[in-house]
């Protein structure tokens, strides 16, 4: 696992390995650095023997109307939540080619179908992650990768917090009235646990989705109203 934060980073690695026993590696860097990717990717390698599932989870950029945004921000969201997924495709398909198996799995948001709004650095960029992961998945399915997008909708996470405390001092209501009025969209009237966000990501990963490729699975309790 890797992640900006060293400190938060080893806090769950701890927490897995004490509910899993699992051995796990961590690296503390970020993402939009191409050559830091490629360090930590060859370290995986090294301790692991290979490369077999890589899940690419870089946070969203801030939220924000068009015109509050700088060029600064769209070039770090361009970075951040675009090409550190390139990156990352780019050091791990060869180790998957090696053993004809391999998972790419993206997680982006409802925003690659259905813009939302004060999100339009998210809503244009992670489209063109999902224009990268058709265009994997064609490339290297002949050699047994799998590459899949994951799109949760309003899901229980800090990040949904920071767009409530956003929009709160905009609208003058109050982050838990926002919070509400989102879950109430939904045709599930809640809003998504991060769990069950993992749970899709475990079965794309899974011998059980070995026909599934090219695809993005919106996690989002119906919030999506297209066909």
């Not at 993206?106 to 179908?113: A, D, E, H, L, V």
């Not at 058709?134 to 949760?152: H, M, W, Y």
Request: proline share 4%; with cysteine.
């Amino acid at each position: 696992m890797c992640s900006r934060n060293a400190q938060t980073l080893e806090v769950a690695a701890a927490r897995i390995r004490s509910a899993h026993h699992a051995e796990v590696f961590t690296q503390a860097f970020d993402v939009g650095d191409p050559a830091a990717v490629s360090r930590f990717v060859a370290a995986v390698a090294a301790k692991f023997g290979s490369v077999d599932i890589c899940v690419t989870n870089a946070g969203g950029p801030p939220a924000k109307g068009f015109l509050a945004t700088t060029q600064d921000e769209w070039q770090r969201a361009i970075d951040l939540n675009f090409l550190s997924t390139v990156y990352f495709a780019r050091e791990v398909i060869p180790h998957m080619q090696r053993k004809r198996w391999g998972r790419i799995i993206t997680i982006t948001s409802i925003t690659t179908k259905q813009p939302v709004a004060d999100l339009v650095l998210s809503n244009a960029v992670r489209a063109a992650v999902v224009g990268l992961v058709r265009s994997l998945a064609n490339e290297f399915g002949k050699d047994g990768i799998l590459v899949n997008n994951v799109g949760p909708g309003f899901t229980a996470t800090d990040r949904l917090k920071q767009l409530a405390k956003t929009r709160a001092a905009a609208s003058g209501k109050t982050e838990q009235e926002l919070i509400d009025g989102w879950a109430a969209e939904v045709p599930l009237r809640r809003l998504g646990d991060p769990k069950e966000l993992a749970a899709t990501v475990v079965w794309l990963a899974s011998e059980r989705a070995s026909y599934v490729t090219g695809q993005t699975v919106l996690v989002d309790g119906g919030l999506y109203k297209g066909l």
